[in-house]
């Protein structure tokens, strides 16, 4: 049977459309989204208030369901749960929620491995596979609520594996169902998409509707650490980056939150203290320390068996020396280690 394609890859416009073209009224399209977004069903037959006849049309024509759960993980320490899920075309992928007292925080994936290479992340050591479509990120979205009932996710961030922007069109769609109104959805400000630094396409996230909050994994304020660490930097440099962030921070009338994750001697410099405090006179930025979490155990060697984390001492100094200095600084607790699904240890063994 040819493959169908899953309704949730549609926008509510393009939707009606495709009703109207069925020879339906457009106010189908909305009960629609309501079933999937709203009561979130499973089988288009649970849809009440739409004519058998149409549904059977819908049936044939989409499917619905792009995930399966398969596994759940919980941390002894944190009850940070971090979710298997597999594809329609047997793809594994991690999604990750972070609890933190009434808040519950969902880490979403948007790419099958990752193509950037960081030398600090082990889902770049997986290498990159595919992208995942907007159903398939909308649908971790929906699958981890379902499990979590009753309590509720209430932030979004664009933090597990793969690099968002490198999927803009699928992130994109995501986010119009994310911040729509009609589905059960999340406002914009509890959503932060995190980028390893891609400038033209923080611009078209700038001038877009969504205004959700940016994170830029920055790790150095110095193009040659970068560069060393970070592989896409040779190809879009802090230089190129400054004026997309200064745009986006305009824009969008947010503050940039710049994640660094702490790597003994690459980054917890004094000269490092220097260049942080430059940079943020010259973008409206926040700092998210990261303690660094070890993926030596599984690399295969080169820099990304080498680098360590800060000890925790002068970690804390380097935050209270940027404090002093007058930047806004959070120390991100490390969730979730024990069952690796704390920052960066996202990575799935085929
Ligand atoms: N590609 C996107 C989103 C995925 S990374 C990006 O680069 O922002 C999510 C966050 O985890 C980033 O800030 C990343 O730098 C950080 N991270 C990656 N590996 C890590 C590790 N081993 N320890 C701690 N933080 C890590």
């Given at each position: 049977m040819e493959k169908r394609l899953n309704?949730?890859?549609?926008s509510i416009e393009e939707l009606q459309d495709w009703v109207e073209s069925a020879?339906?009224?457009?106010f189908r399209a909305s009960q629609i989204f309501d079933w999937l977004y709203d009561k979130q069903i499973e089988n288009f037959n649970e849809m009440k208030n739409i004519p058998k006849s149409f549904y059977s049309l819908l049936e044939n024509e989409f499917e619905i369901q792009s995930l399966s759960h398969l596994t759940t993980q919980i941390s002894d320490n944190t009850d940070t749960k971090k979710y298997l899920l597999q594809t329609n075309d047997k793809k594994l992928i991690e999604a990750v929620i972070i609890p933190d007292g009434e808040k519950n925080t969902l880490c979403i994936s948007t790419q099958v491995g990752c193509p950037l290479d960081c030398k600090f992340c082990a889902t770049g050591l997986m290498g990159y596979t595919r992208n995942l479509t907007a159903a398939e990120i909308i649908d971790q979205y929906i699958l981890t609520s379902k499990l979590l009932a009753p309590a509720k996710i209430t932030n979004i961030v664009f933090m597990g594996m793969g690099e968002p922007l490198l999927n803009f069109d699928a992130v994109m769609r995501s986010l119009s169902i994310f911040t729509n109104?009609?589905?059960?959805g999340i406002s914009r400000t509890k959503i932060t998409v995190s980028t390893a630094g891609l400038p033209e396409k923080i611009n078209a996230l700038a001038v877009s509707d969504y205004r959700v909050k940016l994170a830029l994994s920055l790790h150095s304020p110095f193009d040659k650490i970068r560069n060393e660490i970070m592989p896409i930097n040779k190809k879009h440099s802090l230089k190129d980056l400054k004026p997309a962030l200064i745009n986006y921070a305009k824009k969008t009338k947010t503050r940039i939150t710049f994640e660094y994750t702490m790597l003994k001697g690459y980054n917890d410099r004094e000269e490092d203290i220097e260049g942080l405090v430059k940079l943020s006179k010259q973008i409206p930025s926040k700092i998210n320390i990261i303690p660094f979490n070890s993926i030596a155990h599984m690399s295969p060697g080169g820099l990304s068996a080498e680098l360590e984390p800060t000890v925790y001492d002068k970690l804390f100094a380097f935050a209270e020396e940027l404090r002093f200095r007058g930047l806004t600084v959070m120390i991100r607790q490390t969730q979730g280690d024990d069952i690796a699904?704390?920052?960066?240890?996202?990575a799935v063994k085929h």
């Open positions: 309704i949730k890859n549609l020879g339906e009224k457009k109104k009609k589905t059960k699904a704390a920052c960066g240890q996202l």
